[in-house]
Each structure stands twice: as structure tokens, then as C-alpha cells.
């Protein structure tokens, strides 16, 4: 990717591809993906209303172009991930930490983009998803998962841990 400075930039997609090549990946030992806050939309795209922001990611969204995640169930703060640095960030961690389930998480990476901030069980039971008890309790075992009632998680990524009880994200 070509380096735009930022004040050409214009768009969400175009934000989000500026701040994800500038997320410091080296300091933070590769353990995140480049990951980028609704709040930085919005204070660097003055020209847009936070409601024209708001559509834009959701046609990213729709478009398989990033996933959204909730950071804090008290809070609207969103992150963003574009959709190639979250399958390249959860096959790194299969790779690295030897994970022998990385068919269940292939198919759920073939699959993620059905899912929303929330996944229930039914949106893990169809679709052609189809994951088992024991499946799923791979995935959140991995962290691509993080509990969050019965029968339904938060979309996630290894690397962090979601605190569902307070505020934290760790």
C-alpha cells in the first residue's frame, strides 16, 4: 500500500487503511491486529457526520471488508479490523502457539463474515457453519470468542480478553 499522508484522507475506508498501516504492530510484539476506534473516525473525518461515518462502516462491514468488535459491554466504543489483518492475525496465533484445531478455525474464518458483534448459537448453527458444543468451546478457548450470555458471545480476537464483568480490556 502506497503511504497517503493524512490529510488527504477523505474516507472511512480510507482512515481505516491509514491508521491500520500505522498501528505499531513491532512495539506491541505482534500480538494485536491493527486495530482502529470508531472515536478515531470521527475526529479525523470533520467533512462526515458521525451518522454518515456509521453507514459507511456498515457497508464495509456488509462488504467483508473489516469486522467490528465491542471492546466493553458498557460502552458503544467500537474497533474495526480490516478482514485480511483478522485472518492473518488468528492463523499466526494458530501457527504459533501449535494449535491442533485449526480446521475448526479455518471454517470459522470461511465463516465470520455472517457474524455479527454478538454471535449466537444459532448464527453458529447455520449458514453452513454448523459448529458443535465442543467446537465452540475451541473458539473461545482460542479467544476468536468471548463469552457473553447463555448462548451468545462477542466476536473476538486472540490477543485480548474482553472482561465482560467490568471494564477492562486487557
Not at 457497508?59 to 471488508?65: D, H, S, T, V, Y
Not at 459491554?73 to 491442533?100: A, K, N, T, W
Not at 458483534?117 to 448453527?125: A, E
Request: hydrophobic share 45%; proline share 4%; glycine share 4%.
Amino acid at each position: 500500500m502506497m503511504f497517503v499522508p493524512f490529510t488527504e484522507i477523505s474516507t472511512v475506508r480510507g482512515s481505516v487503511d491509514y491508521f491500520a498501516a500505522t498501528f505499531p504492530l513491532d512495539r506491541l510484539h505482534y500480538a494485536f491486529p491493527p486495530v482502529v476506534f470508531r472515536h478515531q473516525l470521527y475526529s479525523t473525518l470533520p467533512l462526515l457526520t458521525r451518522t454518515e461515518i456509521n453507514r459507511e462502516i456498515d457497508l464495509l462491514q456488509k462488504r467483508n471488508a473489516i469486522l467490528v468488535f465491542k471492546i466493553d459491554p458498557h460502552s458503544d466504543e467500537l474497533l474495526m479490523i480490516r478482514s485480511d489483518d483478522y485472518r492473518e492475525h488468528v492463523r499466526g496465533f494458530v501457527r504459533d502457539h501449535r494449535l491442533r484445531d485449526y480446521l475448526i478455525l479455518e471454517r470459522f474464518l470461511d465463516h465470520v463474515h455472517h457474524f455479527d458483534i454478538t454471535v449466537t448459537k444459532g448464527d453458529l448453527t447455520t449458514n453452513g457453519a454448523t459448529f458443535s458444543d465442543l467446537e465452540i468451546q475451541v473458539l473461545v478457548a482460542v479467544g476468536v470468542l468471548v463469552h457473553r450470555d447463555v448462548g451468545a458471545w462477542w466476536l473476538s480476537f486472540p490477543g485480548v480478553v474482553l472482561d465482560t464483568r467490568g471494564t477492562n480490556l486487557r
